[in-house]
């Protein structure tokens, strides 16, 4: 071969080397968006797209460095790309979350938990993965420092900077702290993958060693080795209660509302408690922080989701404690499985057995959200088929009299107004009454069958009634900003109802209690005898400190709350920022460091956090379902021309009209592939809103079938024909 040609060559490879990658890049970025806009309604946002083309680029050249030929690079590539997505895809479609980082560490133990088919199925991609990437590996002196020095430059960068990482990114994006779906799109999945291990590693925080731990336990005044816990006296049941969104509204005085937002009864037993609250760690949304510290009984961090981006090995919190006292332990919410990464967490705090969405028939709704009322019912009938005998831990997490504050106005008719005629604060004070009157009900059929339950319930966050914090400002509560809250406006805006009822003796007085106190609370209250890991997070006695970006407000049990800062010199304030440095020690340790913390404790960390087995499955295979006898009387329309819509919604998506006769509840449609979003207009009535549009590109007939009532049998309902 001639040199000219050699040359030649050589420049046609690296002009290939150039244009290939982002090309290749494009057009599988293309097709998977589009198979995931069509197949599993999701949708990155313009800069997710951007970001995604940005990120898969720059990944493309350093695989097209590495590997050859050029077929192999781009089967590897389309692989890769594929597992990310469709993971994505098939994570938000059953757990409505995305992929975490967590998820990928968690791999190894799922593939321990399938086996047969499934396992080879699942197992297949990640082998093919690695066998087509060291069958097109270059084997020459650069490739390992190509190989090792890219991933090292990424982990490294992510090791020594998470904090700028994390922290730019929201600031180029924004941040939803209770929205990872919403960060997903924005930031596309590469970019959420790496911001999210950013933030998991600098919310932790330079992770303490032992010697540090070790300083801190010697501030803490237990034994050790710590014993199991064991409940001395008769065994009690247990009933928590998270509600969403539960305030009193009566508090907003500018409003003028002419009935009270809190129904009599749950009033009735709020005043016997003396009006007691929580101290809870968030505003307005990240409800899985006040979980976190009612479960765990540690503090939240200020600037992060724990569930989402810390927890993600077993821990000692109440649950587990209360295991292995013997209790059974049950978490119970209408939310899908991943929602706020519940379905993973809950397994590593202890509890034995968890009842997610699949398990409830949600018809009853406000809104888009389940009823309580329809929530306990369905609960107690699942209940009652527990097969094991023995004392329970129930946590219910509650969806009803979430934002936008919406109700079924065919069975809760609006009671309350004020005199501002504010749609959004009257729709929450109509919301928090119906929801008060259900769980009021609902403690009552307790307390009647059982009087010696202890049953706890508060609210986690205050509301978001728009237009910031004017609401609150109007009737006094707080200021317009929040760096100008005085300590009493900072008091109010984290304080929640807070009703424990212990059992026989009523409703306690309890007047202020951080949320992070109350797993060791109940511990008393159960007479589990002696110390636990808890007690380590015990605050300075009378003084119930609480975080909030950045400001430590310490809410006595005599006197005005006020604030300390690192510098403050008063003997309170010395004492409480000594235990927020301990705090802050053990928490990391425990959450995102080796766990010295439970070691020193206990001696056999293994042992501290065994849980004895209920004999059952983790998640419960009950499925309310009943058969689908919708019969359709009526659909339009029929067929379309090549690409064209039909009836545009606001936002222009094609919307099939349905009317039908019989019972349908939970409602599903799908157009050929395609799933359709179901909006139901009442009155036997039903609209079936295309999300994609690829099925007016193919021209044809697309078959339309329901499914409802949790069956999973799907009714054909007729033929679209799309023409030319």
Known sequence: ??????????????????????????????????????????????????????????????????????????????????????????????????????????????????????????????????????????????????????????????????????????????????????????????????????????????????????????????????????????????????????????????????????????????????????????????????EFEALCGMPAFDDAIVFVTGLDRPALCLPRILAQAGYHTYAVTPDAFGVWNRGHVFRHVGFQRFYDGDNFDPDDRNGGFMADQALFEQWEALAAKQPAPGPAFTYIATVSGHYPFELDARKRPSRIHGSSKDRLIDGYADSVYYDTAELAAYIQRLRARDPDALIVAFGDHLPVLGDGFAPFHRSGLTGLREEEFTPAMLEVHQSTPLLVIDGRNGPLKLGHLSLYELPRLLLGLLHVQGPTELDVFTPPPGLHPRMRNGRLLVVPDRGTPGFCAPDTRSETCRQVNRWHADMQVFRTDLVGGAGYTTAMLYGDPERALDIPSLGLSYLSDANPSQPCDIQVTEWEPRSTRWGHGFNPQQDGSPVFHIRYRGGARRVHAWLGFEELRIEDKGNDMLDAVMTGRLPLFLPGDHVLRLSCNGDAHRIEVGRFHVGL
């Open 1 to 290: 071969m001639s040199d000219s040609s050699e040359a030649l060559i050589g420049r046609a490879r690296r002009w290939r080397a150039l244009w290939l990658p982002p090309l290749s890049t494009l057009l599988l970025l293309a097709l998977f968006n589009l198979l995931l806009s069509n197949f599993y309604q999701m949708s990155l946002y313009p800069s997710g797209y951007l970001s995604e083309m940005l990120a898969c680029t720059l990944l493309a050249w350093w695989l097209y460095l590495l590997l050859r030929p050029w077929g192999l690079f781009l089967a590897v590539q389309a692989l890769a790309l594929g597992l990310l997505y469709l993971g994505n895809a098939y994570k938000m479609q059953y757990f409505a979350a995305p992929v975490l980082p967590a998820d990928l560490t968690a791999l190894p133990v799922l593939f321990e938990q399938i086996s047969g088919w499934r396992f080879v199925l699942m197992a297949m991609p990640f082998a093919l993965l690695l066998l087509l990437a060291l069958a097109g590996l270059r084997w020459r002196r650069r490739t390992p420092v190509l190989l090792f020095g890219g991933l090292l430059l990424v982990y490294g960068v992510l090791r020594l900077m998470p904090a700028e990482i994390a922290s730019g990114m929201d600031r180029f994006y924004g941040y939803t702290p209770f929205g990872q779906i919403y960060n997903f799109y924005e930031r596309g999945p590469h970019l959420f993958l790496l911001n999210e291990y950013a933030r998991a590693r600098a919310v932790a925080g330079r992770v303490p060693g032992r010697e540090e731990v070790a300083a801190a336990l010697r501030d803490v005044p237990l034994p050790a080795p710590l014993p199991r816990p064991a409940a001395e006296g008769p065994p009690r049941d247990v009933y928590v209660f998270m509600m969403e969104t539960l305030w009193d509204a009566s508090l907003l005085k500018a409003e003028h509302f002419d009935h009270d937002p809190f129904a009599p009864a749950f009033r009735a037993l709020y005043e016997q408690s003396g009006r007691s609250q929580a101290l809870v760690p968030v505003f307005g949304g990240g409800t899985a922080n006040s």
